[in-house]
């Protein structure tokens, strides 16, 4: 069982920035995915980022160059740092892992979820 509790999201105007954080606790195996999904309302969920055990990253088009996905192994953090933010970005964001895999490509298939965070992002 992982337990996973998001922070850091907010309220910002468009070109501004956030960071994310993650905290991880129970059982954390030495192979795992884990990844930032987000939802609008109305919407689908969408995989933004994730990163595996090697620290290969994958990102969403919609991201990519704005947004850099990393992580602390030692105090078991996944970040997300937010640069450049448009309205639509605007989403509940999600932290999310998968155990005993790799991240085959950015994903919202994932087993365990944190409670997720609120990103608003005004023009």
């Known amino acids: 069982q992982v337990e996973l509790v998001e922070s850091g999201g907010g309220s910002v105007q468009a070109g501004g920035s956030l960071r994310l954080s993650c905290v991880a606790s129970?059982?954390?195996?030495?192979?795992?995915?884990m990844g930032w999904v987000r939802q609008a309302p109305g919407k689908e969920r969408e995989g933004v980022a994730a990163?595996?055990?090697?620290?290969?990253?994958k990102y969403a088009d919609s991201v990519k160059g704005r947004f850099t996905i990393s992580q602390d192994k030692a105090k078991n953090t996944l970040y997300l740092q937010m640069n450049s933010l448009k309205p639509e970005d605007t989403a509940m964001y999600y932290c999310?892992?998968?155990?005993?895999?790799?991240?085959?490509?950015?994903?919202?298939?994932?087993?365990?979820w944190g409670q997720g965070t609120q990103v608003t992002v005004s023009s």
């Open positions: 999310a892992t998968e155990p005993w895999t790799t991240c085959t490509g950015v994903t919202s298939a994932y087993t365990y």
């Open positions: 129970g059982y954390i195996p030495w192979a795992y995915c």
């Open positions: 990163i595996d055990n090697t620290g290969i990253t």
